[in-house]
């Protein structure tokens, strides 16, 4: 399972939310609310072995499947 699979899957999974393009954001679009958030980077941290600091808790790396794609791999770039 890719990445993107993996995270659709547990949104999906957690928020009960089935129906959302990549690029939708999350918070606009009331998939996830700000305490979601926080168990989505628990999430990421467990599953993809990354550690998500506080400057980089910014919607432009959390807010949509797209989003958090593009964020997984810069940090696993950065730590290969």
Do not use: C, W, Y
Request: charged share 30%; glycine share 6%; aromatic share 10%.
């Amino acid at each position: 399972m890719t990445s993107r699979e993996q995270i659709r899957s547990f949104i999906s999974d957690t928020f009960f939310v089935d129906e959302f393009a990549d690029g939708d954001s999350f918070l606009k679009n009331g998939i996830i609310d700000s305490m979601g958030m926080l168990e989505l980077v628990v999430f990421l941290e467990k599953t993809f072995g990354i550690a998500i600091v506080d400057v980089e808790l910014v919607p432009e790396n959390l807010d949509s499947v797209d989003n958090l794609a593009g964020f997984i791999e810069r940090k696993r770039a950065v730590a290969a």
